[in-house]
């Protein structure tokens, strides 16, 4: 037996889809694609899906904590029991919204932490607010 590969457009592949699916329109809603090769190039045009950026920002949303606790220690800084890891883009704020640095904070201090889950269980902060 043979088997035959037919190669078609892409447009012509989502026209056929869309009919499919009972849309009743023959002009398919195209996805973002982004094609290697400037215009009139030589270089390869088949479509790629650039799908690494909204992965990542979906698996960073899904990972959001926001928790309230006391502060336990300072260096590691651990907040409710959990490790919590601070960096340059951390925003260290008091109860009266104004920025301050981590020497501000005290063990015993009661904070707002939000964030993002890590693998390893802590959370790496994007904000840390004092409560009291």
């Known amino acids: 037996m043979t ?7 892409v447009a012509t592949i989502l026209a056929l889809v869309t009919v499919a699916c009972g849309s009743g329109s ?3 809603t195209a996805p973002s694609i982004l094609r290697s090769g400037s215009p009139g ?7 790629t899906m650039d799908m690494k ?3 990542a920002n979906d698996n960073q949303a899904e990972n959001q904590v926001e928790f309230v606790g006391s502060i336990s220690s300072l ?3 651990v907040v409710a029991g959990r490790m919590v890891a601070t960096d340059s883009s951390t925003r ?18 009661m904070v707002e932490v939000e964030g993002v889950s890590q693998t390893d269980g802590s959370v790496r ?4 607010k004092r409560d009291n």
């Not at 902060?125 to 840390?128: E, F, G, L, S, V």
């Open 41 to 47: 190039s030589s270089a390869s045009t088949a479509p």
């Open 75 to 77: 260096s590691p800084l």
């Open 92 to 109: 260290l704020i008091d109860r009266d919204n104004k920025s301050v640095t981590l020497a501000a904070f005290k063990v015993g201090d």
């Open 3 to 9: 088997t035959r590969l037919y190669s078609l457009p």
């Open 53 to 55: 950026q909204e992965d």
């Open 125 to 128: 902060a994007t904000k840390i």
């Open 26 to 28: 023959m002009a398919p």
